[in-house]
């Protein structure tokens, strides 16, 4: 494939902070005669993506933007309770992925049981809904709560929560890799893989990767 447009990866929420970290996470991906890959922001969206109403409020402006954006090889919907998927799948003419869907399939071609560092026990509920609708929750050593924001678990003073978090799924749940459950939580993820000696998958870098994989491909 010949000049490939642009792989965009959209960060739903308004943190221009979080779109800088999911910047740096996939630099590695930019490779030499590869797709660009462009982060951006939805700037309407709200700061943090932590409720149902949250999810439900961004799906129409990111069709929006999967529609306009006609030069793009593909789009990674960068939250991890992939908001809007299917709606913006339907709306475009290229790939459309998801990050936890992303995410979960290479934790489990890593790992036996997989765990998963939450947000809340709020996001955990839908995450759990969802990997039911995967067939895979079976896969799944547990998910434990930071009880954070998505603005403070992208901070640096959050890792030592995080990394508590992780032990605790890797000695008490018997989890073999470990996701990372939101896309603020980018920069942590070499300082953990470090820390705990396990596989930590960034779901952003997981659904980029194959979305590259996709373009190269083709």
Do not use: W
């Not at 759990?128 to 709560?145: F, H, W």
């Not at 930590?200 to 373009?215: E, K, S, W």
């Amino acid at each position: 494939m010949k000049n490939p447009g642009p792989i965009i990866v959209i960060n739903p929420n308004s943190n221009t902070d979080v779109t800088k970290g999911m910047d740096e996470a996939v630099e590695e991906l930019r490779v030499t005669g590869g797709p660009d890959i462009e982060c951006i922001t939805l700037e309407s969206g709200p700061f943090g993506i932590e409720t149902q109403s949250d999810i439900e409020e961004i799906t129409l402006p990111l069709r929006n933007i999967v529609r306009a954006r006609t030069d793009a090889s593909a789009f990674v919907i960068a939250c991890y309770s992939d908001p809007g998927l299917a709606v913006c799948q339907e709306a475009a003419s290229v790939p459309v992925f998801g990050i936890q869907q992303c995410a979960v399939l290479t934790a489990m071609a890593v790992g036996d049981l997989f765990g998963v560092i939450a947000l809340s026990n709020k996001s955990i509920q839908r995450h759990m809904k969802y990997l039911r609708t995967m067939g895979t929750i079976d896969r799944l050593a547990a998910e434990r709560p930071l009880d954070l924001s998505v603005a403070e678990a992208e901070r640096p003073e959050a890792f030592e929560i995080i990394l508590e978090t992780g032990r605790a799924l890797r000695d008490k749940d018997g989890a073999g890799a470990l996701i990372l459950g939101c896309a603020g939580m980018a920069r942590h993820r070499k300082k953990l893989a470090a820390a705990l000696g396990i596989n930590v998958i960034d779901p952003v870098q997981a659904a980029t990767a194959r979305a590259l994989g996709d373009v190269l491909l083709r």
